[in-house]
């Protein structure tokens, strides 16, 4: 009877391991935990807005802005630097007094959480499908597509070389070579990757980086390579909003996307996850 009551304990078990909800929260926070092993790694290295030394804004230098990497400070860290009066949220806007303004504190990487979320609850599976990120910089949307989804190939494009050694670094740390690929270069350059792919994401890749015509000539590149009926593109902001009269008629349709708050986690900001938005090619 013991013997028999240990084994139905253990099929129980074996089914809660297959089947439990719970679990499988479980797993994906042990992944959340391997995210932010990867950001505190970076954290250290690099200047704290994010932005590299080799790198060139084209806007957003304005004194009413900051350059804060979601990926890198997720908003515990960033309360924990204030705290310690290392960092502000907010402006002044006349020196010496107490009128204060919020900071407009603008991002080029999701958060750890948005990753999650995008990867587990707004896109649908991408088992054996082809991810690629346009303007990869520090590698997280890569290292979480690796980690929450059945991706075979994952693709990050990246014109700054000392960004693509940071990624390359981290592949081989946690060994993502085997599906990540970092492709140092001009998306301009990269029309077979663009019709390849069967998710592109792409996350203020170009309005801060790069300037007029150039700007232009890259959004070209995306519109013209991503032709496929049924791609996806993952964008922030919206492409209307990034292309304005330039959008292409009857190129992609918006999916609208809706996930249960109350199920998102303290850490994740609704806020900007809401910011994101998904298209598909017709």
Same mark, same amino acid.
């Given at each position: ?5 240990? &084994?139905?304990?253990?099929? %129980? /078990? ?41 790198? &060139? ?9 900051? =350059?804060? %990497?979601? /990926? *890198? $400070? ?23 007094? =107490? +009128? ?22 707004? *896109? ?14 520090? @590698? ?7 980690? /929450?989804? @059945?991706?075979? &190939? ?19 740390? $946690? =060994? ?14 990269? @029309?077979?990757? #663009? ?12 309005? =801060? ?10 959004? %070209? +590149? ?7 009926? @049924? ?7 919206? #492409? ?8 292409? !008629? !009857? ?8 996930? %249960? ?11 900007? #996850? ?9």
């Amino acid at each position: 009877k013991q013997w028999y009551q240990r &084994r139905v304990r253990g099929e %129980d /078990f074996i089914n809660f391991l297959k089947n439990s909800e719970e679990l499988d929260d479980f797993v994906k926070d042990s992944r959340i935990t391997i995210l932010e092993s990867i950001a505190d790694e970076i954290r250290g290295t690099v200047p704290r807005s994010g932005i590299l030394g080799s790198e &060139r804004l084209t806007r957003g230098e304005e004194s009413t802005t900051a =350059h804060i %990497d979601a /990926f *890198l $400070y997720p908003d515990d860290v960033v309360d924990e630097l204030c705290e310690k009066g290392e960092m502000s949220r907010n402006y002044c806007t006349a020196c010496g007094s =107490h +009128a204060t303004q919020k900071l407009d504190l603008i991002s080029h990487s999701y958060s750890v959480w948005e990753l999650k979320w995008i990867f587990t609850k707004i *896109l649908p599976s991408l088992d054996g499908k082809v991810v690629l990120d346009v303007g990869s910089r520090f @590698g997280c949307a890569l290292y979480a597509a690796a980690e /929450f989804t @059945g991706a075979t &190939r994952i693709v990050g494009v990246e014109m700054n070389g000392e960004l693509c050694r940071i990624q390359e670094a981290v592949c081989e740390k $946690y =060994h993502y070579q085997d599906r990540i690929e970092v492709v140092e270069g001009d998306i301009r350059a990269q @029309g077979q990757l #663009l019709s390849n792919a069967d998710v592109v994401m792409l996350n203020n890749v170009f309005e =801060h980086f790069v300037e007029g015509e150039a700007q232009a000539k890259c959004w %070209d +590149a995306i519109t013209g390579g991503v032709r496929r009926k @049924g791609q996806v593109l993952v964008t922030v902001p919206s #492409l209307e909003e990034s292309l304005g009269e330039a959008m292409p !008629g !009857g190129w992609v349709e918006e999916v609208p996307w809706d996930v %249960d708050e109350d199920l998102a986690p303290d850490e994740l900001d609704m806020d900007s #996850l809401r910011d994101v938005h998904i298209y598909k090619v017709l």
